[in-house]
């Protein structure tokens, strides 16, 4: 399964985003510069993350984007399902009965055991992407930082965090 380029975007975005100030935020334009992407692609996914409820956005000059909840509260799930949509990568489209010599329909009167196997495999990838948080992340990544990835992190929100009334 292959996951669009805006999955990854969005992660380390929001995993940026949950190092602001209290009153901080982000522009599209900053996010996009530490990540080495495109403005508008990202932007694309920023909105979407806000329509989802996962990011705050606050309009003007000075706006950007915050995070809207806590990042022990924001799963890696809920980013995928926000950026991708909730329909399950595998779509069945009943290839079975179709093609030459067909057979009877009762003989599909059962689910299709190859969309049947995937679906239980997308619901385990999606169980375990929903126990991790972007708090969890943030915790694994120090645990194996020797402080030079926290430090370009920090260097660029004091360049870039604009504050802003909470």
Known sequence: MKMGDGVEQAIHSVAMLSGLSEG?????????????????????????????????TVPGPKGGYRLAKAPKEISL????????????????????????????????????TINAAMLKAERVYRAELAKTSLADIGIELTAVDDGSIAARGCAFLEIHERKTAR
């Open 24 to 56: 901080g935020v982000l522009s599209a334009a900053a996010l996009a510069e530490f990540h080495g992407v495109s403005t508008s692609y990202l932007l694309k996914h920023l909105q979407a993350l806000s329509g989802a409820g996962i990011l705050d």
């Open 77 to 112: 799930l809920d980013i995928v399902l926000a950026v991708e949509g909730s329909a399950p990568a595998f779509r069945c489209a009943e290839i079975r009965q179709r093609g030459p010599n067909p057979v009877s329909d009762r003989l599909f009167a059962q689910p299709c």
